[in-house]
């Protein structure tokens, strides 16, 4: 059979994380993630196929998280997104 992809879901609002797993949790292995720097410690644990992330979180934001993440994966795709608005890189 073959391996479900996986994506880590990262946003400090808990409705947002469960209504992406909701959404995806049949077609993806999920991870998820509170804030940024638990998601550098996620994709430094794991191999990810996808992160969704949002901008504006307590500790480390997604943008910092975003530098850090590409600094220990940069073939990981990182989507972020914030108040309706998608950055892809």
């Known amino acids: 059979m ?5 994506i880590l879901i990262v946003d400090d609002y808990i409705a947002h994380r469960t209504m992406l797993s ?3 949790d049949r077609k993806y292995a999920i991870f998820e993630a509170d ?7 996620e994709v430094r644990s794991q191999h990810l196929d996808l992160v969704l992330m949002d901008v504006r979180m ?13 600094a220990l994966n940069p073939d990981v795709p990182v989507v972020i997104i914030s108040g309706g608005h998608l950055y892809f890189r």
């Open 2 to 6: 073959k391996a479900k992809k996986s």
């Open 22 to 24: 909701v959404l995806l």
């Open 35 to 41: 804030d940024g720097s638990t998601a550098i410690e």
């Open 58 to 70: 307590k500790n480390i934001s997604g943008m910092e998280a975003l530098d850090r993440i590409k």
